[in-house]
Each structure stands twice: as structure tokens, then as C-alpha cells.
């Protein structure tokens, strides 16, 4: 894009570059939140002192979508909810990502019926699935890791 | 005697022919009434000394498809001071069904009547605002009621997983 063009002598300088950029936003990720069923519990205790997820970057939830980059979609989600969550989503500024916490958000889990949204994924697009029912704070913290590393290997044409 | 058999003695006394029957199980005890009289009746369980029912602490639709009468409401009443319960049950037929509000007796019946009219379809009349509260608001049909599909999605599994995900909307962004 236009920063490789620029530098196209630097190549070392880019990719640098790049490196910085994904490691800053890996490194400070701040997460909404958006707790809706059980699952919530278990996103509240990763964050608790126990398990902590302050030292994954993740000090402090917003509360408010324009300040937030990760959405945890953790518990299930009616279909009375989903139109608000999608508009939560919407709200979030670039570069978002989003983490489908659970097996209720990531496939309908047990509920498999008319007034749950089978699967987050319907609505908006997920980055990371969580299998658990609820996962335990450890697999949660996976699952972050494992949306850092693929935040480390994200381009940065991937957000403009 | 018992509260509870003192209760419902004066409830007939009062109301000879708006009960139906009462029931007595395992402790429980049920009145079935008319439900022309069902309002006279709590407030006259509410209200009489002795009788103390001041709490709805629940109230359920029932939906018995395919008999008839198919709809029924349960409500259980409970007296704080005496620690006594009892179980008060109107049935209403099919179509068309509905039956006098609580919400101007105890005002716990206001939320519960919404949901039954959100989840079975009885209208309350005189309800001051009978709208569904738990199901979007622009929902048609009645969920809980028998005759009403699971609404639920096709199993995947490892001959039909492909299939399904076409067919599934995803979200693009």
C-alpha cells in the first residue's frame, strides 16, 4: 500500500513496522464489557486476580464500544439481543476482533431452539472460538493468546 | 385444623358455587374455580383476617392440547403471616381464551400476565398494558404453547456438515 511504496528502499524499515504496530496492538488489547450469560462469570474470574488477564494487556473492560478493540461475546444470545449486539459490534472503531467465548456463542451450545442465535457467528464476524461450556479461565487465556499470535501476523492492509 | 383447610373452608362458605373441586396432594392444596369469580376470590383471600394472602409468589399458564378445556392458569398464593399456601387454578377453553386480570389485586401479576400472553396467548382483560416482555417485540405466534414448532436447527454431523454450511448465514463483517 501507499507505506510500502514509500519506503520501498526500507524494506527492513516495513516490516518493522508492521511488527510494531501488531505488537502494540496485541500487547494492549482492551476488551468490552460484554458479558451476557454464565460465561460472564468465568470471563470475570480470568480477569480477578487469580487469572489474571492484566498481564495480557487486558487491565481494564470499557464499557463503552468506541473505546474498546475485542469484543467477548461470552453466554448466549437471544434473538432478542442479537440486533443490540450487532449494533454493539458496529460501534466498535477499527481494528476490532472478536472472541466467540463459549459453546453457546459459538454454535448454540445446548440451546437449540427459537429463541437462541445458534452460533455468534450469524450476526458478526469471529475471530477466535472458545469451546467450553463454561471454559475454565485457562481456556480462555488460550484463546486470547491464540488471537495474539494471529494479531501478530496480521498485515496492515488488513485494517485500512 | 390447619390453616390452609381453614382457608379454603372459608372460601367456600363465601363462594358456594364458583369452586369446582379442590384438590389435595402430598400437602398441596388446589382450588378450582369459575373464572366469572376468580377476582372476588383473591381479593377476598387477600383481604380477610385470617386468611392473609398477600403474596402471588407465582403464576403459570398450562396448555393441555389436545383436551379440552386446553389453557389453564395456576396461581400460587402464600400468607406471610400465617406461612400457609395454596394453589388457585381458573381453566379457560381453547380459542379465544381469556380471563380477567390480578394486576389491580396483586401488582406481581402484571409482569406475569405479560408472559403469559407472550408465551401462551391468553389475553387478561383489563391488563393496563398487555405486551409481550420476553420475546422480541415484533415476534408472531406463541412459543410455549404445544402446537408450536421446536424452531430448532439440523444437527451437524460429519455426512451432512457441508450441506448445512452453505446453507448457514454467515455474517461477512
Not at chain 1, 513496522?17 to 450469560?37: I, K, T
Not at chain 1, 475485542?70 to 459490534?89: F, N, S
Not at chain 2, 400437602?27 to 383476617?49: N, P
Request: aromatic share 10%.
Amino acid at each position: 500500500m501507499g507505506i510500502t511504496k514509500k519506503l520501498g528502499n526500507l524494506g527492513v524499515v516495513t516490516t518493522t513496522l508492521e511488527q510494531a504496530v501488531n505488537w502494540a496492538r496485541a500487547g494492549a488489547m482492551w476488551p468490552l464489557l460484554s458479558g451476557l450469560a454464565c460465561c460472564a462469570i468465568e470471563m470475570m474470574s480470568t480477569q480477578a486476580s487469580h487469572y489474571d488477564m492484566s498481564r495480557f494487556g487486558m487491565e481494564l473492560m470499557r464499557a463503552s464500544p468506541r473505546q474498546s478493540d475485542l469484543l467477548i461475546v461470552a453466554g448466549r444470545v437471544t434473538r432478542k439481543m442479537a440486533p443490540v449486539l450487532r449494533r454493539l459490534y458496529d460501534q466498535m472503531p477499527y481494528p476490532k476482533w472478536v472472541i466467540a467465548m463459549g459453546d453457546c456463542a459459538s454454535c448454540g451450545g445446548i440451546f437449540n431452539n427459537y429463541a437462541i442465535v445458534q452460533g455468534v457467528d450469524e450476526i458478526i464476524p469471529v475471530d477466535v472460538y472458545i469451546a467450553g461450556c463454561p471454559p475454565r479461565p485457562e481456556q480462555l487465556i488460550h484463546g486470547t493468546m491464540m488471537l495474539h499470535q494471529k494479531v501478530r501476523g496480521e498485515k496492515i492492509s488488513d485494517w485500512t | 385444623m390447619s390453616d390452609v383447610q381453614n382457608a379454603v373452608e372459608r372460601i367456600q362458605a363465601q363462594f358456594p358455587d364458583a369452586i369446582r373441586e379442590v384438590v389435595e396432594f402430598r400437602g398441596e392444596t388446589t382450588l378450582v374455580v369459575d373464572k366469572g369469580s376468580l377476582v372476588e376470590i383473591c381479593t377476598f383471600a387477600r383481604d380477610t383476617e385470617g386468611l392473609d394472602f398477600d403474596r402471588l409468589s407465582d403464576q403459570a399458564g398450562l396448555d393441555y392440547w389436545p383436551e379440552e378445556p386446553r389453557f389453564a392458569v395456576s396461581y400460587e398464593l402464600y400468607s406471610l403471616q400465617n406461612g400457609t399456601d395454596l394453589r388457585i387454578k381458573v381453566y379457560t377453553p381453547g380459542d379465544d381464551p381469556e380471563l380477567p386480570t390480578l394486576s389491580g389485586v396483586w401488582p406481581t401479576a402484571n409482569w406475569m400476565e405479560r408472559e403469559i400472553w407472550d408465551m401462551f396467548g391468553i389475553t387478561f382483560t383489563g391488563h393496563p398494558d398487555l405486551r409481550r416482555i420476553l420475546l422480541p417485540h415484533d415476534w408472531t405466534g406463541h412459543p410455549l404453547r404445544k402446537d408450536y414448532p421446536l424452531g430448532y436447527e439440523e444437527v451437524q454431523f460429519s455426512f451432512n456438515v457441508e450441506r448445512i454450511d452453505d446453507q448457514k448465514p454467515y455474517a461477512k463483517e
